[in-house]
């Protein structure tokens, strides 16, 4: 396919389905890609109505909705630490469709996310989602704020700087892989001091970076 200068892309099969508005954009999700499905539209609005109105992509969708913002209540929980951001990770499915996310704690602004990413896992969301809150906080320059997850696996792996997953490495879910590589490269070559806490969910609740999808 050419570059078409002012068109949008729907991808619909790609390593990140959606919609971009550019070729390069378009490219890199879709190059290599097996059963890629993807085409161009002269319209943004053409584009995201293509993109909605196929079938197979509705399940898609409803996984990216944006989760709503929880508070933490301080007065009834004061054993929470004011000063931190939870993490969360969700999948549809298992290995299935993943993504990740951080929040600020006492606000439950979402400070950042991440894909939904091919054929990965739950586990490897919570793990990729410490370290991304890490690294963002290295380069910050931060070493208090402190972090919150309810996954004792992902903390395990984070302590161990390994991800240790029994997922089968194919040609879909290669850019997962190439991530963790790189999450596992930066725990080993670097240290931090930030507190990294088990949220206690059965006494607090749901971690605030809950996707709200259970």
Request: proline share 5%.
């Amino acid at each position: 396919m050419a570059t078409n200068r002012g068109k949008w892309y729907v991808i619909w099969v790609g390593e990140e389905p959606g919609v971009c508005d550019s070729w390069a954009e378009c490219e890199s999700r879709v190059k290599n890609y097996p059963g890629a499905r993807y085409k161009a539209f002269n319209t943004q609005t053409e584009a995201v109505e293509a993109f909605r109105n196929d079938p197979t992509e509705m399940d898609v969708l409803r996984t990216i909705a944006r989760a709503p913002r929880q508070q933490v209540n301080y007065d009834a929980i004061p054993d929470i630490v004011h000063d931190s951001i939870a993490v969360d990770g969700a999948c549809s499915g298992n290995p299935g469709m993943m993504e990740y996310r951080g929040v600020d704690v006492p606000t439950g602004a979402e400070l950042f996310r991440r894909g939904p990413f091919a054929d990965a896992t739950n586990n490897i969301g919570e793990f990729l989602a410490i370290v991304h809150a890490l690294a963002t906080f290295h380069e910050k320059g931060n070493t208090h704020t402190a972090i919150y997850t309810d996954s004792r696996t992902a903390l395990a792996w984070v302590r161990n700087r390994k991800c240790n997953t029994k997922l089968e490495h194919t040609d879909r879910n290669a850019r997962i892989f190439g991530i963790i590589a790189r999450a596992e490269k930066w725990l080993l070559t670097h240290t931090w001091s930030n507190p990294i806490i088990k949220w206690n969910t059965k006494e607090w609740g749901e971690i605030p970076a809950d996707f709200g999808r259970k």
